[in-house]
């Protein structure tokens, strides 16, 4: 079995990534509260059980769920193989529907050894591909590609997604460490 080494200076950069979404949900949720009693003091006659959990429902279960605090939460570390890609394409019409813009994002769907599925969100393509093998630092937003000798290729920096070359050992463009590996596991 292989294990994640994570050093202690991107456990602590995901820390304070991690207490930062937490502060902003507790904005959100601050501005939900303030709106909420405004919208049962201002625009219902009168507070009762339904139109209360009615407010609270929309105001505070969509924020929570838009933060996508829940989902980073019960993050954890993981490695796995990149199957495939998949694009997603947002358009964006304007009122008159004569212009518009389109959006595209591109996921890697990958594969954990223990065959859980992952869809992660690649920021270049042009750093990975079907078959890199991949890791991810709970609480940090970028994967980076395992490389060897026969998967030769850049680097990418789990803090920024910068691309490095192998031989360096910190991030050129945000210093952070590159030294995020795949170890054997010890026995007892
Ligand atoms: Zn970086």
Not at 39 to 62: H, P, Q, R
């Amino acid at each position: 079995m292989k294990k994640i080494s994570v050093p202690k200076q991107i456990r602590k950069i995901a820390a304070i990534r991690i207490l930062e979404r937490f502060l902003l949900l507790a904005v959100l949720l601050l501005v939900a509260y303030v709106f909420s009693d405004y919208v049962i003091n201002n625009i219902y006659e009168e507070a009762n059980f339904g139109n209360y959990s009615f407010t609270l429902f929309f105001i505070y279960i969509i924020p929570f769920w838009l933060s996508k605090i829940p989902k980073k939460l019960f993050d954890r570390d993981w490695y796995g193989e990149i199957l495939s890609f998949e694009t997603n394409n947002h358009e964006f019409k304007f009122f008159d529907g004569k212009d518009k813009r389109e959006k595209f994002s591109l996921h890697a769907l990958i594969k954990e050894p223990n065959g859980k599925l992952h869809t992660h969100r690649i920021t270049n393509e042009k750093l990975f591909k079907p078959g890199d093998k991949v890791i991810h630092v709970y609480g940090m937003d970028y994967i980076t590609p395992i490389r060897t000798p026969s998967n030769p290729g850049k680097i990418v920096c789990v803090c920024c997604g910068g691309d490095n070359e192998t031989e360096l050992k910190h991030c050129r463009y945000c210093a952070c460490t590159l030294d995020v590996k795949l170890v054997d596991e010890k026995k007892g």
